[in-house]
């Protein structure tokens, strides 16, 4: 009976620890997205994390401003990538992002984790 127990704890205690790394730590996806920089900001009640928010532009006018657009929600992990962030705010940029499943409170509010950004000279 004591063996039987031991293994499902063990059983148990697995799957969850598998679950935990699939839905926080996991990488669902990575890519690179380009855009304008519209907002970066250091936020929070309790944690406080670095939230992005990048104008995504199918077409541009001529005087390079965005029309058609979507909005792309992010969160910076690493204070030298949003000390960058904080110097190209308004200025077209490329981000390198990984999508993870789920979010943690310490690491943003949305599971988009850029962590790399170049300033775009079109």
């Not at 205690?13 to 855009?35: D, H, I, M, Q």
């Not at 990984?98 to 790399?116: A, E, H, M, Y």
Request: some cysteine; overall charge positive; glycine content about 8%.
């Amino acid at each position: 009976m004591r063996k039987t127990l031991t293994i499902l704890t063990l059983c148990i205690f697995l799957a969850g620890s598998g679950w935990v790394y699939w839905k926080y730590f996991f990488t669902y996806s990575s890519g690179y997205r380009s855009g304008l920089l519209q907002k970066f900001s250091y936020k929070g009640t309790l944690f406080k994390t670095y939230e992005g928010e990048m104008i995504l532009s199918s077409i541009r006018s001529n005087m390079n401003t965005p029309l058609a657009s979507e909005k792309f929600l992010f969160s910076v992990v690493d204070t030298s990538v949003a000390k960058k962030m904080e110097l190209l705010q308004g200025r077209m940029i490329t981000v390198h992002y990984q999508n993870k499943n789920g979010t943690l409170p310490w690491r943003g509010d949305t599971p988009f984790i850029v962590d790399s950004v170049k300033a775009e000279t079109f």
